[in-house]
């Protein structure tokens, strides 16, 4: 949930053309990866859940690619991108590490 409102505050900063571009994108991306969790945890079963968090890992993904597109195109600064990947790296090796886990159980 931090990360939603991290990446919100940062979108915040983006150039006002990108409002329906990549700010948007980005933003649904983000708030898609606690959706995604949130759902699959109320789904019943272990395969359902690893499948809701498939689709979160991907929008991790689709999250990290936006930062890539807005640092290249210098909407931040480096540095903070920098660590908004890092942040974003990480989630994404704790949902591997829970489908991981939620496998093995099965």
């Known amino acids: 949930m931090e990360f939603i409102t991290v990446i919100y505050s940062l979108s915040s900063t983006f ?5 329906f571009g990549l700010t948007n994108q980005i933003r649904r991306a983000v708030v898609s990866i606690a959706l995604n969790i ?3 945890s109320g789904s019943g079963t272990d395969l359902e859940f690893r499948r809701f ?5 991907r929008s991790t993904y ?5 930062l890539e597109i807005a640092s290249n195109l210098k909407y931040a600064k480096k540095d903070i991108i920098e660590r908004r990947l890092q942040e974003a790296d990480e989630l994404s090796a704790m ?3 829970l489908i991981k886990k939620l496998k093995t159980d099965s």
């Open 95 to 97: 949902i591997a590490g």
């Open 38 to 40: 949130a759902e699959g």
């Open 53 to 57: 968090l498939k689709m979160a890992l």
């Open 62 to 66: 689709e999250v990290m690619a936006a």
């Open 15 to 19: 150039p006002s053309e990108e409002k």
